[in-house]
């Protein structure tokens, strides 16, 4: 994880009184006072004491006091220490873990409802915004398609992808196709380019189209047009994720203030940000959190991030993660975030 480098530590006392600090802000949301730390301490000192303790905090910048109380909120230097070196990690329970591993299983054939169903996983069990990027799709190729008609010019193309993504397209076109047609314009794709990347499908096709109509093969010419139309966004494009959940954040007395939300909100809607920040975790050794303006984006100062990619075999596809309030369980969401990105791979590779 990421941190900046803190050249003179808190003593041991500090270091429990600000892990207890930051558990009970966590908790209630509340700045918290030097009695409530003298309650929830275990330690046996006075107000005045932990006051002094608090105070040499301050000056290390890893709480601060607002202007409406005398008790004290974590910054996200406070948090970066406690993420890196004061917390206690509590993995999910087995139930749960289970529970993961069903879900993702069920859904491992499709690519598009497993990260779908992976960020409202994410967002359910954390109850933050549950956030996947899709799968890179530079190593799908075509296997097999199949053409069906459907009524009113339509026509059901179903693709196996990589040996066992089966992807169902619904197809809208000019005319009625008869089933032999459509066997035809099947035949002449699995023929030609059963094992073929699907960018390279999709480019070869147009070539072919312009080939055809430049000799007036008409049926030839509408029956690649089919099967052109049936690779158009069959692989999801790199550059692309799933948010869940980001209504959950309105429930944070930090972020609910109207403009905060709609700022938040917008810059989930353009995703260039979002976007950036998770490709910052694709090479990563496991899970990254960025607390405040450690983002480098003025719109997640209030926020943190908590990402870690996910593989096929040896391979980095993607990256998972929850957006919340700096104010964050921790000890929970990391863990999280952390078996949810191992299941999805062992999934992924079975």
């Known amino acids: 994880m990421s941190s900046e480098a803190i050249t003179t530590p808190p003593t041991d006392r500090a270091q429990h009184l600000l892990r207890v600090l930051i558990q009970r802000y966590i908790r209630d949301g509340q700045p918290v006072g030097s009695r409530t730390l003298s309650k929830d301490s275990g330690l046996d000192l006075s107000p005045a004491t ?9 000056d290390m910048g890893m709480v601060s006091a607002p202007h409406t109380s005398a008790g004290r909120v974590p910054t996200p230097k406070g948090y970066r220490l406690f993420v890196d070196t004061l917390v206690r990690y509590r993995p999910p329970k087995d139930d749960d873990i289970d529970m993961l591993r069903s879900q993702i299983r069920r859904k491992v054939d499709d690519a598009g409802a497993l990260v779908v169903s992976v960020s409202n996983m994410l967002s359910q069990f954390t109850s ?3 956030v996947v990027t899709v799968p890179r799709g530079q190593h799908a190729a ?10 009113e010019n339509r026509i059901l193309a179903i693709l196996v992808i990589n040996d066992r993504e089966v992807q169902n397209r619904i197809l809208h076109t000019d005319r009625n196709y ?14 030609h380019y059963a094992g073929v990347e699907m960018p390279q499908v999709r480019e070869q096709l147009l070539t072919e189209l312009e080939s055809t109509r430049e000799s007036m093969n008409k049926a030839m010419h509408d029956i690649i047009s089919v099967a052109h139309s049936a690779m158009g966004g069959s692989d999801q494009p790199d550059g692309e994720y799933v948010l869940a959940g980001e209504t959950n954040l309105m429930g944070f007395a930090e972020l609910s203030d109207v403009d905060t ?18 490709d910052r975790s694709i090479n990563a050794d496991g899970v990254q959190v960025f607390i405040g303006e450690e983002s480098g984006y003025r719109i997640l100062d209030d ?25 964050m369980a921790y000890d ?5 975030v952390d078996i949810t990105a191992r299941l999805l791979r062992s999934a992924l590779s079975s």
């Open 261 to 278: 939300l709609r700022r938040l909100f917008e810059a989930f809607s353009r995703k260039q940000q979002i976007l950036d920040l998770l």
């Open 178 to 191: 008869s089933a032999s047609e459509l066997q035809q314009a099947a035949n002449f794709i699995n023929q």
């Open 332 to 336: 929970r969401v990391v863990p999280i």
């Open 128 to 130: 933050l915004a549950g």
């Open 142 to 151: 075509l296997r097999q398609i199949e053409f069906l008609p459907l009524s």
């Open 50 to 58: 932990i006051r002094n303790v608090m105070s040499d905090l301050e």
């Open 303 to 327: 926020c943190s991030v908590v990402t870690a990619p996910y593989k096929l075999d040896d391979d980095t596809i993607g990256v998972l993660g929850v957006i919340g309030p700096t104010r």
